[in-house]
């Protein structure tokens, strides 16, 4: 009989695409209630993608590579769960900021400047003197912002994110010498 197996590329990209959805929900669901989803709130998401990126490597290694895999084999599986996943999300927030909320890019300014004031003390205490030559430089270059330089800014923090937690996640996840397979026969 033919299975119609999926390759294990799809399996993973289909688990990034998942991701990149729900990402995207929880953004549109924190602008329905009125906060900015890019802001310091999305933060407390951070936990999603590594569910699925744990659970689409553990499926892989456990159905298709039969309980094994290696450390780099884990570490670009879940590389391409995470490209996948902010490729889409990236995608989506840039359409949804061009089509229905054109107010993103000036929200972002706004926000980022707003916690820039808000963290000020600390920055002061931290840079000194050099605080303000810092912070003219920074509200100069907030105030350049376009909707591609946040797509691109949050699309790099995705992938240098997913790539920090991919690390951790491999050395849980790799697996060299599996558990036997055992076949129950009726």
């Given at each position: 009989?033919?299975?119609?197996?999926t390759?294990?590329?799809?399996h993973?990209?289909?688990?990034?695409?998942?991701?990149?959805?729900?990402?995207?929900?929880?953004?549109?669901?924190?602008?329905?209630?009125?906060?900015?989803?890019?802001?310091?709130?999305?933060?407390?998401?951070?936990?999603?993608?590594?569910?699925?990126?744990?659970?689409?490597t553990?499926?892989?290694?456990?159905?298709?590579?039969?309980?094994?895999?290696?450390f780099?084999?884990?570490?670009?599986?879940?590389?391409?769960?995470?490209?996948?996943?902010?490729?889409?999300?990236?995608?989506?927030?840039?359409?949804?900021?061009?089509?229905?909320?054109?107010?993103?890019?000036?929200?972002?300014?706004?926000?980022?400047?707003?916690?820039?004031?808000?963290?000020?003390?600390?920055l002061?205490?931290?840079?000194?003197?050099?605080?303000?030559?810092?912070?003219?430089?920074?509200?100069?270059?907030?105030?350049?912002?376009?909707?591609?330089?946040?797509?691109?800014?949050?699309?790099?923090?995705?992938?240098?994110?997913?790539a920090?937690?991919?690390?951790?996640?491999?050395?849980?996840?790799?697996?060299?010498?599996?558990?036997?397979?055992?076949e129950i026969?009726?």
């Open positions: 009989m033919n299975e119609n197996k390759s294990p590329f799809t993973l990209f289909n688990y990034g695409a998942i991701c990149g959805l729900v990402m995207f929900l929880i953004s549109f669901i924190l602008w329905m209630i009125g906060v900015f989803p890019l802001g310091t709130e999305s933060m407390y998401f951070f936990w999603i993608p590594l569910v699925f990126m744990y659970s689409a553990k499926t892989l290694r456990d159905y298709f590579f039969n309980g094994t895999i290696h780099w084999g884990a570490f670009k599986a879940q590389m391409l769960v995470v490209s996948s996943y902010a490729l889409l999300y990236v995608l989506l927030i840039y359409i949804f900021g061009k089509v229905i909320y054109k107010e993103l890019t000036s929200d972002y300014i706004h926000t980022y400047l707003l916690e820039l004031q808000q963290s000020k003390a600390g002061q205490e931290v840079l000194g003197k050099k605080y303000s030559d810092y912070e003219d430089q920074i509200i100069e270059d907030v105030s350049k912002t376009t909707l591609s330089s946040i797509a691109f800014k949050e699309y790099f923090n995705k992938i240098l994110s997913g920090f937690f991919a690390l951790l996640l491999s050395f849980k996840l790799k697996r060299t010498n599996p558990i036997p397979h055992v026969k009726s």
